[in-house]
């Protein structure tokens, strides 16, 4: 009797059709000749964005935009540009917070419901802190609505945009070189 490994039976026949299955330069060619030319790109800032951090977001998405060749985004996305800035501002004052507090009380707080023990002392039980809880799901929407604006490297290539920039990336190494130094 001889031992097989794995499952008995015949192997699958699998025919995989490379034109079909394989994104090459022809399809990204193709998807540049029909991306959408927006009219307007003005990209205003909402009123009821007050969050200064959410200001300073809003105002480098805005210059990331002008910026970028075939822009993806237009004004109709203004919305979702709103919930990404608002929800680095979540992220970003959760984060400081659960940074100021002290090691040993940033995980877990202290809460009570109500019960006492046999001394007639309030009985005290640790829960996860909310400010973790805060701080994951504005993470979330942000890497939600980065995805849907071009915002990171998977989006761009999805949409098929050769570059994000129109300008030269900075080369960090190069400009620390090529700085003036005060003697």
């Given at each position: 009797?001889?031992?097989?490994?794995?499952?008995?039976?015949?192997?699958?026949?699998?025919?995989?059709?490379?034109?079909?299955s394989r994104i090459n330069?022809?399809?990204?060619?193709?998807?540049?000749?029909?991306?959408?030319?927006?009219?307007?790109?003005?990209?205003?800032?909402?009123?009821?964005?007050?969050?200064?951090?959410?200001?300073?977001?809003?105002?480098?998405?805005?210059?990331?935009?002008?910026?970028?060749?075939?822009?993806?985004?237009?004004?109709?996305?203004?919305?979702?540009?709103?919930?990404?800035?608002?929800?680095?501002?979540?992220?970003?004052?959760?984060?400081?917070?659960?940074?100021?507090?002290?090691v040993t009380k940033s995980?877990?707080?202290?809460?009570?419901?109500?019960?006492?023990?046999?001394?007639?002392?309030?009985?005290?039980?640790?829960?996860?802190?909310?400010?973790y809880e805060i701080r994951?799901?504005?993470?979330?929407?942000?890497?939600?609505?980065?995805?849907?604006?071009?915002?990171?490297?998977?989006?761009?290539?999805?949409?098929?945009?050769?570059?994000?920039?129109?300008?030269?990336?900075?080369?960090?190494?190069?400009?620390?070189?090529?700085?003036?130094?005060?003697?």
């Amino acid at each position: 009797m001889t031992s097989r490994k794995g499952i008995g039976g015949r192997k699958p026949n699998i025919i995989v059709d490379n034109k079909v299955s394989r994104i090459n330069s022809k399809v990204v060619q193709i998807r540049q000749d029909f991306r959408p030319i927006y009219q307007s790109q003005e990209f205003k800032m909402p009123e009821d964005i007050t969050d200064p951090m959410a200001i300073d977001k809003w105002k480098w998405m805005v210059e990331v935009f002008k910026g970028t060749r075939n822009c993806p985004a237009s004004d109709a996305d203004i919305d979702w540009m709103k919930i990404y800035c608002n929800s680095y501002a979540d992220y970003m004052k959760a984060d400081q917070k659960i940074r100021e507090l002290d090691v040993t009380k940033s995980f877990y707080v202290p809460y009570t419901t109500g019960a006492t023990d046999s001394d007639g002392n309030l009985v005290y039980l640790l829960k996860k802190n909310p400010l973790y809880e805060i701080r994951r799901e504005a993470f979330a929407t942000m890497q939600r609505m980065a995805e849907q604006l071009g915002l990171n490297p998977m989006a761009r290539a999805e949409h098929g945009l050769k570059s994000a920039n129109a300008y030269k990336p900075t080369d960090d190494l190069e400009a620390i070189q090529n700085r003036e130094v005060d003697e």
